[in-house]
């Protein structure tokens, strides 16, 4: 099985305070939580891209294993990466990689307003 468009939205979702927005349109779904994004999924010809926020070193390893990870399409290079949803990543690769971002994202936002994630 392959992660669907549906999967990743519903994987996203399932997450504490996430809140799904079009703030560059519709056609680009922007993710957040507590008001930061950690996705973003739009299509290109038919095909998903998501954005993730990635640790940099992992972010450069994930780009050398897999063709369907590139550097972070209209984001920082360095901490994003672009996942084409083809069918070739690993289903527990795409929602290992979806809950890092979170995480990460997560840890940047003030412990106070982060123990709200915790409810």
């Known amino acids: 099985m392959n992660f669907s ?3 990743v939205q519903f994987h996203i979702m399932a ?8 703030p560059f349109g519709p056609e680009v779904l922007v ?3 507590l008001g930061k994004i950690f996705a973003t999924l739009g299509f290109e ?3 998903g ?3 993730l ?4 070193e992992r972010a450069l390893e994930l780009r050398d294993d897999y063709e369907a990870v590139l550097p972070g399409y209209h984001m920082n290079k360095k901490h994003w990466n672009t996942l084409m949803l083809d069918g070739s990543l690993p289903d527990h690769l795409v929602g290992e990689l979806i809950d890092h971002s979170y995480e990460l994202v997560g840890q940047g936002i003030p412990k106070k307003t982060r123990e709200i994630l915790k409810k």
């Open 49 to 51: 891209r998501m954005n």
């Open 45 to 47: 010809d038919e095909e």
């Open 15 to 22: 997450k504490p305070r996430v809140v799904e927005e079009t």
């Open 31 to 33: 993710y957040k939580i």
């Open 5 to 7: 468009v549906d999967d």
């Open 53 to 56: 926020k990635c640790d940099p």
